[in-house]
Nanobody, 121 residues
Framework: VQLQASGGGLVQAGGSLRLSCAAS????????MGWFRQAPGKEREFVAR????????YYTNSVKGRFTISRDNAKNTVYLQMNSLKPEDTAVYYC???????????????WGQGTLVTVSS
């Protein structure tokens, strides 16, 4: 599976962005899809995930109520709608595909190249 993330950019605090991650291959629907982010000088951290089949979602506490992950299996794409953005959301955002519904980086087998989100105050 090859993943291509897009949609990052510069936005003011309180604004919104929608990230997209397009996947190659015909097995997209069989993967758990996740979004992670890495701020400068920090470890890559889990943001959100969506399972295969029932599309159950899970978020890290800092983005609950502001971010929404969704997937369109017909388009082989996963999205991350980000609202009420804060300067601390500034990071490179990565999409990932795995077989296990987990927040751990090591459980994801495939990674996109990342897209930069910058939130100005």
């Amino acid at each position: 599976v090859q993943l291509q993330a897009s949609g990052g950019g510069l936005v003011q605090a309180g604004g919104s962005l929608r990230l997209s991650c397009a996947a190659s291959g015909r097995t997209f629907g069989s993967y758990v899809m996740g979004w992670f982010r890495q701020a400068p000088g920090k470890e890559r951290e889990f943001v959100a995930r969506i399972t295969r089949g029932d599309d159950t979602t899970y978020y890290t506490n800092s983005v609950k109520g502001r971010f929404t992950i969704s997937r369109d299996n017909a388009k082989n794409t996963v999205y991350l709608q980000m609202n009420s953005l804060k300067p601390e959301d500034t990071a490179v955002y990565y999409c990932a595909a795995g077989r296990v519904a987990s927040s751990l980086k090591r459980t994801y087998d495939y990674w996109g190249q990342g897209t930069l989100v910058t939130v100005s105050s």
